[in-house]
Structure formats: C-alpha cells, structure tokens
C-alpha cells in the first residue's frame, strides 16, 4: 500500500479552537503505521467562538448558512497551511464541529460543508464521519477508538481529555470506548468567567480547597449511572453541569479544584472497574494531560493499579485530528473505521462522506 498523505482537521466541545495534523499512514505487515509531520493550532478568535457556541440556537436557515460558512473557513485554514509548509496532500479528513448531538432521536450533526472545505482548499474531503453510526442505531460516538486499536493498542487503556473525557479499552475481546463525563469543558466555562481561556498547568486549581456540595452534586448526576455505550456532549454539560456549577457560590480556585477532583474521581471509577491486572497502563492525551495538576490528581487516584503514560506533546495536542486523518484512509480504503462494539450500532460501519473539489 502506498502512504497516504493527510490532513486531519478538529475542532472539539472545549470550543478551543481548530487543530491540523497532516500525517503520513501507510499500513506494513498488517499493521497501521503513522508519522505526525507537521501541525498547526488556530484558535478560534471572539467571533467564531461565540458563532460556535451559540450554533445550537439558531434556527435551521440560519445554522446552514453557517454551517457553509464554516466549511469555507475550514477550506481557507486547509490551504494556507498547506500552501505555506509546502505539502503534498492526498485528502483532508475532517471532523468538523459538532453542534448537536441526540443519538436517541437519531440525530447528529457536525457543521462545516464537506463541499465547501473541498472547493476552497481544492482537494478531496471527507467528513460527516457520525451520521451513518446513527442510523445504524449506534451513539456516533466515541470515534477515536479504532485509532486506539490500530495505533495504540500496546496500552491497556486509552483516556482522552477534551472537553469531555472518554476512555477506550479491550474487554473480552472486543473493544469498548464510551464517554465517561466531564473534563475540560466546566474548566474553561469556570476560567472564562475571569476572562482566562484555560488554567494554565491547573494552576489555580492546586490553590483551592474542595466544595463537598457540589462535590456530592456533580457525582450524583444521572450519566454517570448509564451504561455504555453511551455518548454526551455540549447539550447535556448545559442542561445538567451549568446549573451546578452557577448556583454553588465559591472562589474560583475552589470551583476549578472540586471539578479537577470530580472529572479524576469519575475516570478512575471507570479505569479500575476494568482493569484486568496488577499493573496496566493508561495513554492520556487531549488537553488535558498539560494539565499538571489533574494529572497529579488523577495518578493518585489510580495508585497502584494503573500508571499514567504522558506522552510528546505533539501526540497529546494531535492525537483527535490524527485519528480522524487515520478515518479519512480507511473510508477510501472501504475499511472498518467505527466500531459497533464502541458505538452500539447495529454492525460495524466504514462511515464518512467524500467530496470531490469543484
């Protein structure tokens, strides 16, 4: 098989901004490899970010104008990085934005036109990776985790910390991913309210003290009590978690460490019920492995069981936009790439949409 050459575009809950990860991914032996050559992170600026939060509103005309809109930005950013690095590209897979996600009523949707991004960046796009898990019955999501088998499946578990937290795993032979909850998501809603985008190194959250009523509160949410599969996103932190969160009056430091707390005791419930050994390993990536006090926090929580791997940087910040290049490839190849073991869907499914440059 020849190396594919590709970009992987993501924009994740955490509304952070937008990740590009032009990788190469050639399969020897039977077994996927990959090589991370180049990334670049955009974070969204005031304007994006409110469109972006606030797509959830918006009726349908207005929300598909955006969701064109976007889709050509997404194209614009594909093309100046590619043009400025100099890269050869085969396609660009894309994630998109997710605005709205209710599996039980079959609906998912990631804004950002597949046609729009393939006509301004001039290449041949896939993305709209969700929709058919859905209609196949599944939750659409987690998605990473065939990258996790494929790529990464020397480590016993694999933990994402993005907005929300997820964790994939082998159990019984089969591999299961699921969203445990909350992580980054109620930590940047705190620090925006002090005009701060994120905590850098957790670092004001090492300063407070825990608040054991919204302790208590957060524990007690009802998804934490679902089985898997099963999936959440923004829809559900603004229903159930804002409310939460507002109504506990606090510092804020006090806030970010009981949420630190919360997401770290909710993530090592999940890891050590599955756990099948004395000593397994956990791959953190996402956001949240920068932060230096969660994953003190985190560790020993799991001690002695599980032993946290952090890895280089660039995998932590890239993983998502690699996985979704690794998608891209295996749709063009007509391979497997989400997993009804994940997803619940009623078979496994080669899923995304390709769209050809005008």
């Known amino acids: 098989m020849n190396t594919y050459k590709v970009i992987g575009l993501m924009s994740g809950t955490s509304l952070d901004g937008l990740d590009l990860a032009y990788c190469h991914i050639w399969k020897k032996y039977d077994q996927w490899k990959f090589e991370i050559k ?5 974070s969204y600026d005031k304007d994006i970010r409110a469109h972006l939060k606030n797509s959830i509103e918006l009726p349908a005309d207005e929300l598909l104008i955006f969701h064109n809109t976007y889709g050509s930005w997404l194209g614009q950013q594909a093309r100046e990085f590619i043009r400025e690095k100099g890269l050869d590209v085969d396609i660009i897979a894309s994630h998109g934005h997710t605005t709205h996600h209710q599996p039980a009523k079959g609906l998912t949707l990631q804004i950002g036109s597949g046609q729009h ?3 301004v960046s001039g290449y041949k796009t896939v993305c709209d990776f969700r929709t058919n898990d859905v209609a196949l019955g599944g939750e659409g999501a987690p998605l990473v985790p065939i990258g996790d088998r494929l790529f990464f499946g020397n480590y016993d578990f694999c933990l994402n ?24 998501m109620i930590l940047n809603y705190l620090t925006q309210k002090i005009g701060l985008s994120y ?25 934490y009590e679902l089985p898997f599969p099963k999936s959440t996103g923004y829809e559900w932190f603004l229903k159930k978690v804002v409310p939460i969160v507002n109504a506990t009056k ?17 993530v090592a419930l999940q890891v050590k019920r599955y756990a099948t050994k004395d000593q397994s390993t956990i791959l953190v990536t996402g956001g949240g492995a920068l932060n230096q006090f969660m994953m003190e926090v985190l560790q020993s929580n799991l001690e002695p069981m599980v032993s946290l791997v952090i890895p280089e940087k660039k995998l932590i910040e890239y993983k998502e936009a ?14 497997v790439n989400i997993l009804k073991t994940v997803t619940g869907a009623s078979k496994d499914s080669s899923s995304g949409v390709v769209y050809l440059p005008a």
């Open 38 to 42: 180049e990334t670049r992170a955009i």
């Open 250 to 266: 606090d510092t804020t430091d006090n806030l970010l460490h009981t949420a630190v707390h919360h997401i770290c005791e909710q």
């Open 117 to 119: 991004l393939a006509n």
């Open 161 to 184: 910390l993005g907005g929300i937290s997820n964790v994939s795993f082998e159990h019984q032979g089969k591999r299961i991913a699921y969203d445990i909850g909350l992580a980054n």
């Open 199 to 223: 905590d850098n190194n957790g670092t004001l959250a090492s300063k407070g003290v825990i608040n054991m009523n919204m302790l208590k509160q957060l524990n007690q949410l009802s998804y």
């Open 322 to 335: 690699l996985v979704f290049a690794l998608m891209g490839v295996l749709r063009i190849e007509k391979e």
